[in-house]
């Protein structure tokens, strides 16, 4: 297994369940939904903000409005904590004091830079909308330059960047496995409902493939 590649990305409290592998880390950012993004906002006040993410290589894109206050620390610099989490299920134990989830999540350090050739925040608006509904880059029209004006995207290395993944059964104390309790793990699955048009759809636009076969990347 590789090693951490920081201090602060090295997993200490359950450190069996630390995963510093990029095809793990990789992975896991690609099939959640969306992130949440950690920093200083320039005054001393913390900011936390949820935010679309797609990774594409090394580098992660971010997306938010150039309108937005809280991101103006991250146009100038500032550290950047990222988080994503995907929960897989309920474990549950005997005893409330051993309950816990399975749980796959991603925590990457660094600065973020803003995007502004135009080639790669076309590259950057395809892969947020790719890692939102796959195949929906095909299908939909990309931003305009009036609309990159308005957007602000910026890119994160993958230089630091840490796995923690739980996985299997609760973990009783001996003493505990002889209660009439039932124990076990409650499986957490996320799937599409029906899809509902738009009411101001033309009746004879059918559903696209990228609707239509939506799968989360890493789901088959």
Not at 12 to 20: A, F, I, L, V
Not at 126 to 155: C, F, N, W
């Amino acid at each position: 297994m590789a090693d951490a590649p920081s201090e602060r990305t090295q997993v200490h409290r359950h450190s069996e369940r630390g995963d510093y592998d990029r095809a793990t880390i990789d992975a896991i950012l690609d099939e959640a939904l969306i992130c949440h993004v950690a920093f200083n906002d320039g005054g001393g006040a913390p900011r936390c903000l949820p935010t679309i993410h797609a990774r594409v290589g090394d580098t992660i894109y971010l997306h938010g409005s150039k309108a937005a206050r809280a991101w103006k620390a991250l146009r100038a610099g500032s550290e950047v904590c990222l988080v994503t989490t995907i929960a897989d299920g309920l474990v549950l134990a005997r005893s409330a004091f051993n309950h816990s989830m399975n749980y796959r999540s991603v925590v990457v350090f660094g600065k973020a830079r803003e995007v502004t050739d135009h080639e790669e925040l076309h590259t950057a608006a395809r892969a947020i909308t790719s890692h939102v509904a796959p195949g929906r880059e095909d299908e939909a029209r990309m931003p305009t330059d009036e609309e990159y004006k308005q957007t602000l995207l910026l890119a994160l290395p993958l230089d630091e960047a840490s796995a923690k993944v739980r996985t299997g059964p609760p973990k009783d104390d001996e003493d505990d496995r002889d209660l009439p309790i039932w124990a076990g793990v409650l499986p957490f699955v996320t799937d599409p409902a029906e899809p509902l048009p738009s009411p101001d759809l033309a009746p004879d636009i059918p559903v696209p493939p990228s609707v239509a076969g939506y799968r989360r990347p890493g789901r088959t």
